[in-house]
């Protein structure tokens, strides 16, 4: 599995997850922005080099473990993080 290392990254009311690949320039990306105490998931940003290695997944599984650590809940926007959010029933108590 390649290695990936998550950081996050706050300004005020948004942020991003970014998903930084061994061997790679090249930073995957997860923004969200907060609207009345949920954080709104917009955009899932991986560039086609990186793609293929899980890099989304892992962005999408570092909101949903920040979600149940800090007692927030996530509205999917984005198509792909609503489609995690749809494959992983488990995840309904943290959907907005």
């Known amino acids: 599995m390649t290695e990936v290392t998550i950081t ?3 300004h005020g009311h948004a942020g991003e ?4 690949v061994a061997e790679s320039s090249l930073t ?3 923004t969200w922005v907060e609207r009345d ?3 709104v998931a917009e955009h899932t940003i991986v560039p086609a080099a990186i793609g293929g290695r899980g890099v989304a ?3 999408v599984d570092a909101l ?3 979600a149940r650590e800090h007692g927030f809940k996530v509205k999917p926007v984005c198509s792909y993080v609503v489609a995690k ?3 992983n029933p488990e995840w309904a108590d943290l959907r907005a």
């Open 8 to 10: 996050r990254h706050e």
């Open 17 to 20: 997850y970014h998903a930084h």
């Open 28 to 30: 995957g990306r997860l």
């Open 37 to 39: 105490g949920v954080r």
């Open 57 to 59: 997944s892992r962005l």
């Open 64 to 66: 949903v473990s920040d």
């Open 85 to 87: 959010f749809d494959e």
